[in-house]
């Protein structure tokens, strides 16, 4: 692994984010446009302050598993991964560099969606603002993980895309946004245990909930964090130098 | 510099297997330092298979491949072959210039290395452009640029000007001349003949197998022909002839 690489990886997929002014738009705005939405359907404060946070939290993952698992595909397919790989770019170097440069992305599509929703749309927001932000980021870093970690299973974007309601959908379904966890069957409940989103979600209620941020915040956050590395480093399993 | 006697390449009993099926059956060759080594045969014979375990990105199933004294696909060659590969892998996202400078700092090689390699390939002017917006012609030599990124001792070219006009032709095939005139190690693909007798070694390869492996003027004199297509269509015969 190598920092210059790995930086200079980064500034590259934001060239190329910077040559494609729709998918930044697209990136940008979406989440915000839903959640004002959001707003207007719900017209009831408390309702809304229940669902914000909910959205806040899926949005910069599900962008992100989309975009990346994407980007490495076509990685793949048009010979750059080859290409790469014949270098003394490391693995990690090309998967950080996604992380680095789509978190740089998410941190934008976060601030923008939080500007909006504690200001225009009156979100109440009882605690400090940080830790809604780094809940946010890590939800980031998991959909980037698992989106490179997924791309290796797909063979064409028509497949990559398929993977999104796979992986998005029943961590939605388990992750206690509908039903409460402790209220599904045993084991829905077991499943729920082990999907990274139902902790991202939890640390979202608790960093909106205001109040002492204890310890079962953190160790949301740790498993969050962790899912994220385990996914990276999945990920980088998939990559290989030598191909048949 | 690694080891700088013995060949640039040493390939002992070399078979590979793509999709089940064995598509390289035991080569064995090596191709000389400072000089262009023609890869000729007809499409499908195994070139670029052949030209990907040279680089160290193919899964082998048997042989021995050295390059520049050291196993293939080690990671002290990582830098010393420049290596373009038949379809343009250059990012269509990004400028050629961007394109360049991102490449050169994977390779740890000097910023201004990209505009000298944009200058080699003829492409100085179009630095600015999208690859996307590139026509087919530019969008290889662009490739061909990154290949040639931070002084490669070898440098590995899969087909390096189909789609080209005979002018830009002639200028690539110059400037392989000259790479090689400065020690550097050239390993070229093409089907087209015509370019083999610019070549200081041929390698023929035909359905996994080679054909032949000399010079050109070697090549003509066993053939009794003037003409290198001619010749290896008699190698063809030949070769039916004593299986």
Known sequence: MSFAITMA?????????????????????????????????????????????????????????????????????????????????????????????????????????????????????????????????????????????????????????????????????LGGILVPRAQMATVLEWVSNVLPMSYAIEAMKDAVGGGELGGEFWRDVVVVAGAALLALVLGAATLRRRTP | MMNLFGPAISVRDLRVSRGGVEVLHGLTFEVPRGQVTGLLGPSGCGKTTLMRAVVGVQVVAGGEVTVLGEPAGSPRLRRSIGYSTQNPAVYRDLTVRENLRYFAAVLGAPKNDAERVMEEVGLAEA????????????????????????????????????????????????????????????????????????????????????????????????????DLEEAFLRLVEERGAAA
Not at chain 1, 75 to 85: A, K, P, W
Not at chain 1, 100 to 106: E, L, S, T, W
Not at chain 2, 131 to 158: C, F, H, I, K
């Open chain 1, 9 to 173: 990886t980064a500034r590259r997929i934001m060239n190329q984010l910077r040559h494609d002014h729709r998918t930044v738009a697209l990136m940008v705005l979406v989440p915000t446009l839903v959640i004002i939405l959001l707003y207007y359907v719900m017209d009831d404060e408390r309702a809304f302050s229940a669902w914000a946070p909910i959205l806040l939290c899926v949005f910069p993952f599900l962008v992100m598993f989309l975009v990346t698992s994407i980007g490495t595909l076509r990685e793949r397919t048009s010979g750059t991964l080859e290409r790469l790989m014949a270098t003394p770019l490391g693995k990690f170097d090309l998967l950080l560099g996604y992380g680095i440069a789509f978190g740089v992305m998410a941190c934008v599509q976060v601030a923008l969606a939080l500007t909006v929703s504690l200001t225009w749309l009156g979100l109440d927001l009882t605690g400090s603002l940080w830790p809604l932000v780094l809940v946010a980021l890590l939800n980031a870093l998991l959909g980037t993980a698992l989106g490179l970690f997924c791309s290796a299973f797909a063979r064409s974007e028509f497949q990559a895309v398929q993977f999104m309601p796979l992986v998005m959908i029943p961590q939605l379904l």
């Open chain 2, 127 to 226: 630095g600015h452009q999208l690859g996307g917006t590139l026509s087919g012609g530019q969008l290889n030599r662009a490739s061909l640029a990154v290949a040639l990124l931070g002084d490669p001792e070898l440098v590995v070219l899969d087909e390096p000007t189909v789609g080209l006009d005979p002018v830009l032709r002639q200028e690539l095939w110059q400037l392989f001349r000259r790479l090689a005139g400065q020690g550097v190690t050239l390993l070229v693909s093409s089907h087209v003949m015509d370019e083999a007798a610019r070549c200081d070694r041929l390698l023929v390869l035909r359905q996994g197998e080679i054909l032949a492996d000399g010079t050109p003027d070697g090549l003509r004199e066993h053939t009794m022909t003037a």
